[in-house]
């Protein structure tokens, strides 16, 4: 046997040896039912949809409508007759699985979904409630392969009717921090269901802790994030009041400014220890950071929080320490005597403040002249 034909010869054992794995040639979507995606993301939680979307308009042109549900896709399971499924779900689009990715552990209409990637089936019924099928098996193509065994979870929703769609959609809308409500909309129908995160807090203090431990933990702003979102939510506040006396303290890393003892006064305040973060705020506000905004935005705060005798104590604090400034520190002093009741002297700090407009401040005189009149009448 000459070279060209041993040549010859081990091409074609190779393309015979080959067959089973081959690739083929890229080509459109079988039935022109286009690949899509569509993708939600619920605080650090993401839930995502890939599927096939067949259209309402039949691959010859003609007009479906009034012909998908219960005759294009039939009610209830059917035997395809193909594959190892004697009863087979829809498969909720065109062509391979529907898959449904969710990121985190979820609640799918009050029930137990974990983290993973599920193919996603219905089963459509002509009256009452249709079933949505989270399947182990993501894999397959369409639902010809469904196994029941598979199912991870088995919820019922009602669908209603919507607006027309000509190709089958999956979104998400009623978009929350800790939920959303995924659909589908095919024709005139809606199939929805909820989606609901249950400890999204939680979700965000694993990972707030892991990006301590990280480059964000080598500057003391991110120690000071970390806290103040333990205050906003209420949650975590041992472990927060740590970390706020970490941005202070930590060597390298800490800095004692206005910013870091006012997040750490915040976290006292938010544990009931109202008597010692007035102390660390007594020194927030005397630390050479203060600017006049940071101790008129503070004593703004006790205002709301009805503490009319301490507001004004720190608004005469803020005049007092910053003589130079004669805007602000009168709207403060304005404000703290109009809480304690004295208008009198809320009336002449107003004028004063009024009087030594700045620039930047002429487009608020009307509100400053409105909240002046106010007080004289």
Not at 45 to 58: E, I, L, Q
Not at 62 to 76: A, F
Not at 98 to 124: C, K, M, N, R
Not at 163 to 188: C, I, Q, V
Request: with cysteine; glycine share 8%; aromatic share 12%.
């Amino acid at each position: 046997m000459n070279h060209k034909n041993i040549v010859l010869s081990f091409l074609v054992m190779f393309f015979l040896s080959s067959i089973g794995t081959a690739q083929f040639i890229t080509q459109p979507p079988s039935g022109g039912n286009q690949k899509a995606s569509v993708s939600q993301w619920m605080g650090i939680v993401k839930a995502k949809f890939v599927y096939n979307s067949p259209d309402v308009t039949g691959p010859s042109g003609e007009d479906r409508t009034g012909k998908i549900w219960g005759e294009l896709v039939p009610w209830g399971m059917l035997n395809l007759g193909f594959g190892t499924a004697e009863e087979s779900p829809w498969r909720a689009g065109a062509n391979e699985n529907t898959v449904f990715h969710i990121s985190h552990d979820v609640l799918i209409e009050g029930e137990s979904l974990p983290a993973g990637q599920y193919g996603f089936h219905l089963i459509p019924q002509e009256n009452g409630s249709w079933t949505l099928i989270f399947s182990s098996n993501s894999s397959s193509w369409g639902s010809y392969y469904y196994n029941p065994d598979e199912d991870v979870l088995r919820v019922e929703v009602v669908p209603e009717e919507s607006e027309y769609t000509e190709w089958l959609t999956f979104g998400f809308d009623n978009r929350r921090l800790d939920g959303s409500t995924a659909y589908l909309k095919w024709e005139k129908m809606k199939i929805s269901f909820d989606i609901k995160v249950p400890n999204i807090n939680d979700l965000y203090l694993a990972e707030i802790r892991n990006e301590l431990r990280s480059s964000p933990g080598f500057t003391y702003l991110s120690w000071v994030q970390a806290a103040n979102f333990c205050v906003q939510n209420k949650i975590n506040l041992d472990e927060a009041l740590i970390w706020a006396e970490t941005a202070i303290s930590t060597p390298f890393i800490g800095q004692r400014n206005f910013q870091t003892l006012q997040t750490k006064a915040g976290v006292l305040s938010a544990m009931g220890n109202q008597s010692e973060a007035d102390v660390v705020m007594e020194e927030a506000i005397k630390d050479p950071t203060a600017a006049v905004t940071d101790i008129h935005q503070y004593a703004r705060s006790l205002i709301v929080a009805g503490r009319n005798e301490k507001a004004l104590e720190v608004f005469e604090y803020n005049r007092k320490a910053h003589p130079e400034d004669t805007f602000t520190t009168y709207i403060g002093l304005a404000r703290g005597y109009a809480g304690v009741g004295n208008t009198k002297k809320a009336i002449k700090n107003w004028e004063l403040a009024i009087k030594n407009l700045p620039e930047n401040q002429k487009p608020n005189l009307a509100y400053y002249e409105a909240e002046l009149k106010k007080l004289k009448e």
